[in-house]
């Protein structure tokens, strides 16, 4: 795993994606801490935060659409299935290659955290709060991708892919919020949805609310979908 994770990291680099996700990331996050906290004059930190999960949600297919997609179209694919490692080697090494990167991105908040700290005071325990709870959201989106990246050999279709199928989960509890005092069967599409929200989650931390079942959503939605890339390969090993 540990030479897959290494030569992933070095694609990142070499290949630009990680320049380009890291100064996206950082200039709209900027953006974001410049509106939220440095104009409003107070060094509450809930607002950029919940801007930030559209940043997610935006670039995590970027930075996901190549990690097996690209192995494919380049038939370099055939040589990692057949080399004498195991599949989850291959999937783990990737998603904590992309898992890394995205680490770093979101580590920015600490420079900010210095920079609130000459408005006021620094809460903390919000501000690791909310940075734990981007990093679980992105570990769970960035699997989701890794997914979706397995299934084709076209990056572009894997990134669009990716940004729809986020998309509609984040629309998915928009669309059904006034369900909940509906019918019978409004009302099980209702706890289907909610069970399934990663934006309520998501802001839940933002509002300084901790919650162990949240966490645990966010790193079994990340297990399950890592299984599901593993269940590709397997297929295209043995086909």
Known sequence: MLAIYRREMGAFFT???AYVFLAVFWLVSGIFFYNGVIASGFADTSNMFSSMFYIVMFLIPVLTMKLLSEEKKNKTDQGLLTAPISLW??????YFAALTLFVIAESVVFIYAFVINYLGKVVWSTLLGNYF???FLGAAFIAVGLF???LTENQMASAVVCLVVIFVIYLSENLVY???NGNVFKKAVYKLVTALAFYSRYVEFTRGVFSL?????FISAAFL????TVKVLEKRRWS
């Open 15 to 17: 290949s630009g994606v």
């Open 89 to 94: 080697d291959i999937v783990l090494g990737k």
């Open 133 to 135: 709870a981007m990093l």
């Open 148 to 150: 979706i990246s397995s």
């Open 178 to 180: 006034n369900f909940e």
């Open 213 to 217: 079942t949240s966490v645990v959503f």
């Open 225 to 228: 979908f890592n299984f599901f």
